[in-house]
């Protein structure tokens, strides 16, 4: 009778969701139940980052940065990677390119290539221009970067965004508007989005 009990006190606790379902949300992981519907009427700009409080969103341009610049935004963030743009003035796209594949590049150039200084101009294009003679050598990163990153227009509805992440198993979607880049969704924002519609505190949402 205690076993069967207990049993029942289990059951209850876990409520709907299975032990595995229970075990992802306790440990913090960002985890999107497939059988969880989405029926609000949100926009994905709506959702997005950054928000009008936010700092601006770390990116970086495809040939106007430097090793040097590379590595401080990396340090200064805990991003697992970057939108790559045109310029700041143009916010035009490019690709995405991961943190660790950025990082591993750097260290690979520095310890094989000779020449690369932390002044050396990185170039995320197809060709890196003609340099004077004294300048250090470029860093070439265009085989890392993704040139198709998932994106959605600032017009999708959530719903929509929402499915798209379950189907893909999606860690994050770049927002953009006529190829202007406007801003990120990841996993986590969508359930803290989620939280929120529910009528719940969405800072209340721990991630590991």
Known sequence: MAAVMTSKWVGDAFGREGIYESHIRLNGYPFLDAKEEFTHTTLAREVMRPRRSDPPLAVMTQDDMTVEELQATINETSYN???VIVSKESQRLVGFALRRD???A?????RKQEGILPNSRVYFT?????LPADSPRPLKLRSILDMSPFTVTDHTP???VVDIFRKLG???C????????LGIITK???LRHMAQMANQDPESIMFN
Do not use: S
């Not at 750097?106 to 520095?110: D, F, G, M, Q, S």
């Not at 770049?174 to 880049?181: E, I, M, S």
């Open 81 to 83: 990677g970057f939108p």
């Open 102 to 104: 950025i990082t591993i």
């Open 106 to 110: 750097i260290e690979n150039a520095r």
């Open 126 to 130: 197809q060709h890196a221009p003609t």
């Open 158 to 160: 959530m719903e929509i």
């Open 170 to 172: 999606l860690r994050q």
């Open 174 to 181: 770049l927002v953009t508007h006529n190829g202007r880049l």
């Open 188 to 190: 986590k924002d969508i």
